[in-house]
């Protein structure tokens, strides 16, 4: 039964090419545009974290001497 519902999801994305590629063409670009934004925030992570190493960061309240 399963491989019926296959064949029948196949001949309806086949029908339809045009449609079928623009559907594919919209995933990639997601996927692509996903994988971009998750390796830049990696990639900021790893700097900062490289160059905090050696800041020493001095903090003090507003207004108190």
């Known amino acids: 039964m399963p491989s019926k519902t ?5 001949k309806n994305l086949l029908r339809s ?3 079928f590629l623009i559907s594919l063409l919209g995933c990639t670009i997601a996927g692509a545009v996903i994988c971009f934004f998750l390796s830049a ?4 992570n790893r700097v900062t ?4 190493r ?5 903090m003090r309240q507003k207004d108190r001497f």
């Open 41 to 44: 925030e990696r990639s900021l």
């Open 17 to 19: 090419k045009t449609r």
């Open 49 to 52: 974290n490289i160059a905090g």
């Open 54 to 58: 050696d800041a020493n960061l001095i």
């Open 6 to 10: 296959c064949l029948l999801i196949l």
